[in-house]
C-alpha cells in the first residue's frame, strides 16, 4: 500500500501545487510524456502521486480512493455534503485564490447590498412574472449564502462557462461566479455587491477521513506531513 | 430502523382511521412538475427535493409533500367541502445531516371547508391528538395570522409592511427589516450615497439584461419614499417583540395577546380568531389549559401555512423529528386556485416515527 495524493494534472495548479511540494523539499514530477496522466514523487516514500482534474478530487477524496488531495475550498464546499465530516483541511497553499461573489449589472444604480438585491428581486418578480435569475455552477455554496442572507424571489439558472455573458445575453439577471480579479466582470459591465462574497477559496491540501490505510501508510503520511511542516 | 412491512401496516391503520373519521382516500403522483413546485416554495425547494428531468416532460421533483398535488386536485375537480386523506411516501434531500431519512411514509387529512374554519381548525388537531395519545406527546401550536395582522397593524407605510410580510418566514431577515425601519441599523453608506444624488440615474454604464430603466428607476423612488418616511416608533417594535414572545398554556396566552391587542386593536379579530379556535377544540373535548401556544412557532419550517399551526413532539426523543404536524394554508390555494381559493387545514402523521417513539422498532 501507498499514501495517494491526487494533485490537478494541468495547467497552474498543477505546477504551483508541484513548486509548492517542492519547495518543501517533496519533489513531484509528471513522468514520461506530457500526455501521460502518471507522476513520481521523491524524497519522501510510500507516496504516489496520481493526476486528477481538480472537479474530480473532492468526489476521490469523499470514497477514500486517494488520501490527501490539493483542490479549492469552493469545490470541497459544493460537492461534498457535511465536508468537515468528509475531509480533513491540512493546509491552505497561498496559491489558486479566487472567491465566490454575486454581481449584478453596473445599471443597477440601485443595488448595492443583499438587502438590494433581494428588493429588486421582489419587484423584478411582480413585474416580469418570474423570479429574478442568477446564472451560476456553483448552486449549493450561492443557495446557502443566499438563504443565510434571507433574500428570496430568485432562482438560479446553470451555467458551466461564460456565466459573466449571460445577463447581456438576457438569459439571467445576475451572475454568482468564481472570480480572481475582477477584470472578466468588468468587461461585462458587472459589479460585486459590497457584502456578496460568499466564499473565499483557494488551493487548499485536503486529508480524507475514511481512506483506508495500513500501519505502514500511517508512517508514510506521519513522514510526509513532519517534511512539509504541517500538523495532522 | 422501522420495518417497512410495519410503516405500511401502521400507515393503513392511520388510513382508515381517517377514512372513518369521514375522509375521501385520495392518491397522487410521485413525480410532479417542478415548475409548480419551485414557483410556490422558491430556490429553498431544491435543497430539500430530489429533482430529475426528461427531454420531454423537463424537470420533475420526486414528491417532497402531499399538500401541493392534493390543493391542484381539489382546485381541478373537488366539491366543496371535502375532506381527504392519503398515505405513501415522500421525497426530501439531507445534505446536512445524514441521520435524518431522505424517504418516508406520511398519511395525511386535509379538510377544505369554507363554513368554520375554527371548528375546522380544531377537529384536525383533535383527530391528531386522539390518535397520537398513546405515545404521550407534547403538541405545541401557534397562529401566523396573528403575527401577520400586527404587520397589517404597524404604524408605518405599505412598502415597509409589505417587506416584512414577505419575510414572515424568514426570522432573521425580519429582524433585520425591523431594525432598519426602526432606524436602529444605520442606513448602509451606498444607499444613502445614492439618495444624496440628484440624478442617480444619469451614468455612463450601458444598460443591459431584462431589469429595464423605469423599475431601476421606480426603485430610487421607492428607496426615497422609505428614507422620508418617519422610522417605526419604538412602542411599536416593542409591541411586535410582546407579541412574538408570548409563550404559554392556550388560555393565559389568549389574555396576554388580548393585553396587547389594547395598544395594536390591528389584531383584534385574529385575537377573536384564536379564541373561536381555543373554543371549538374544548368542545371537541381537548384540554387547552394544559396546550401550549407559541406565537413565534412555525416560523422557519412551514413556509405555506399561514394560519393556526401545530406539531406532535416526543419530548423524550428531541433527537427526532416531529411525529406529526400541521395547519392553516388558505393563501396556497389561493396561489394554486389561479384566481380560486378555499380556507384549507390539515396535517400529516409519520407512521415510521410513531413506530420509533413505541419502542416497537
Given at each position: ?14 505546477e504551483?501545487?508541484?513548486d ?12 514520461g510524456?506530457d ?6 514523487v ?34 470541497i464546499?459544493?460537492?461534498l455534503?457535511?465536508?468537515e ?10 496559491f ?11 445599471c ?16 423584478f ?12 455552477k ?26 459573466e ?6 438569459t ?5 461566479d468564481?472570480t480572481?480579479?475582477g477584470?472578466?466582470?468588468r ?13 473565499a ?32 | 430502523?422501522?420495518?417497512?412491512a410495519?410503516?405500511?401496516?401502521r ?13 375521501h ?33 423537463g424537470?420533475?421533483?420526486?414528491r ?23 398515505s405513501g ?13 431522505n ?43 396573528v ?6 397593524g ?8 409589505r417587506?416584512?410580510?414577505?419575510h ?5 431577515r425580519?429582524?433585520a ?24 440615474m444619469a451614468?455612463?454604464f450601458p444598460?443591459?439584461?431584462?431589469r ?5 428607476s421606480?426603485?430610487?423612488?421607492a ?11 419604538e ?47 374544548a ?24 394560519g ?17 404536524t ?29 413506530l420509533?417513539?413505541e419502542g416497537a422498532?
Amino acid at each position: 500500500m501507498t499514501i495517494k495524493l491526487g494533485v490537478p494534472s494541468k495547467g497552474r495548479l498543477m505546477e504551483k501545487t508541484f513548486d509548492w511540494f517542492g519547495a518543501r523539499g517533496v519533489s513531484l514530477s509528471r513522468s514520461g510524456s506530457d500526455r501521460e496522466y502518471a507522476g513520481a514523487v521523491e524524497g519522501v516514500e510510500g507516496v504516489e502521486l496520481v493526476l486528477l482534474s481538480a472537479g474530480e478530487i473532492p468526489r476521490e477524496l469523499s470514497a477514500g480512493r486517494i488520501h490527501l488531495g490539493v483542490t479549492g475550498t469552493d469545490l470541497i464546499r459544493e460537492k461534498l455534503g457535511q465536508w468537515e465530516q468528509q475531509v480533513e483541511e491540512l493546509a491552505l497553499l497561498g496559491f489558486g485564490q479566487a472567491d465566490l461573489i454575486i454581481a449584478v449589472p453596473n445599471c443597477w444604480v440601485d443595488v448595492d447590498t443583499l438587502d438590494d438585491l433581494d428588493a429588486a428581486a421582489s419587484a423584478f418578480r411582480a413585474k416580469h412574472g418570474f423570479r429574478l435569475r442568477i446564472a451560476t455552477k456553483y448552486h449549493r455554496l450561492v443557495r446557502e449564502f443566499l438563504r443565510d442572507n434571507g433574500v428570496a424571489d430568485y432562482q438560479l439558472v446553470d451555467s458551466q462557462g461564460a456565466t459573466e455573458g449571460t445577463v447581456k445575453n438576457l438569459t439571467a439577471e445576475a451572475v454568482a461566479d468564481i472570480t480572481s480579479t475582477g477584470e472578466t466582470l468588468r468587461a461585462n459591465h458587472l459589479k460585486l455587491l459590497a457584502d456578496g462574497m460568499a466564499l473565499a477559496s483557494q488551493a487548499t491540501l485536503f486529508r480524507a477521513r475514511k481512506a483506508p490505510m495500513t500501519a505502514q501508510d500511517r508512517l508514510a503520511l506521519k513522514a510526509l506531513v513532519t517534511k512539509l511542516g504541517i500538523a495532522a | 430502523m422501522p420495518h417497512k412491512a410495519e410503516i405500511r401496516a401502521r400507515a393503513s391503520q392511520l388510513r382508515a382511521a381517517f377514512e372513518t373519521a369521514g375522509a375521501h382516500p385520495v392518491e397522487t403522483s410521485v413525480l410532479l412538475p417542478a415548475e409548480v413546485l419551485l414557483d410556490l416554495y422558491g430556490e429553498d425547494i431544491r435543497a430539500r427535493a430530489y429533482v430529475t428531468s426528461d427531454s420531454l416532460r423537463g424537470e420533475q421533483m420526486l414528491r417532497p409533500d402531499f399538500t401541493v398535488p392534493v390543493v391542484q386536485m381539489h382546485m381541478d375537480h373537488g366539491a366543496e367541502p371535502a375532506r381527504y386523506t392519503y398515505s405513501g411516501e415522500v421525497f426530501r434531500r439531507q445534505e446536512d445531516d445524514s441521520d435524518r431519512a431522505n424517504e418516508y411514509t406520511q398519511v395525511g387529512y386535509e379538510v377544505f371547508d369554507r363554513e368554520n374554519p375554527a371548528a375546522a381548525d380544531a377537529e384536525v388537531f383533535a383527530l391528531f391528538q386522539k390518535t397520537l395519545t398513546p405515545l404521550n406527546l407534547r403538541a405545541a401550536t401557534g397562529d401566523i395570522g396573528v403575527l401577520k395582522a400586527a404587520v397589517l397593524g404597524l404604524e408605518t407605510t405599505d412598502a415597509r409592511k409589505r417587506a416584512l410580510l414577505r419575510h414572515i418566514w424568514r426570522p432573521r431577515r425580519f429582524r433585520a427589516l425591523m431594525d432598519r425601519f426602526s432606524g436602529v441599523t444605520p442606513v448602509p453608506p451606498s444607499r444613502a450615497a445614492l439618495l444624496a444624488q440628484d440624478t442617480p440615474m444619469a451614468h455612463e454604464f450601458p444598460v443591459i439584461g431584462m431589469r429595464t430603466t423605469e423599475e431601476i428607476s421606480a426603485r430610487i423612488d421607492a428607496l426615497k419614499d422609505d428614507a422620508a418616511a418617519a422610522p417605526l416608533a419604538e412602542g411599536q417594535v416593542a409591541l411586535i417583540d410582546a407579541l412574538l414572545g408570548v409563550r404559554e398554556a392556550m388560555p393565559f396566552a389568549l389574555e396576554h395577546l388580548r393585553d396587547i391587542a389594547v395598544d395594536m386593536p390591528a389584531i383584534t379579530e385574529a385575537v377573536f380568531r384564536l379564541k373561536d379556535r381555543m373554543d371549538a377544540l374544548a368542545a371537541l373535548g381537548v384540554d387547552v389549559e394544559a396546550l401550549d401556544f407559541e406565537a413565534n412557532y412555525g416560523r422557519t419550517q412551514m413556509e405555506y401555512y399561514d394560519g393556526f399551526v401545530f406539531g406532535f413532539y416526543a419530548a423524550d426523543r428531541p433527537d427526532l423529528p416531529p411525529v406529526a404536524t400541521g395547519g392553516r394554508y388558505d393563501a396556497l390555494t389561493r396561489v394554486l386556485g389561479q384566481g380560486r381559493s378555499i380556507p384549507a387545514v390539515g396535517g400529516v402523521i409519520r407512521p415510521g416515527l410513531m413506530l420509533e417513539v413505541e419502542g416497537a422498532l
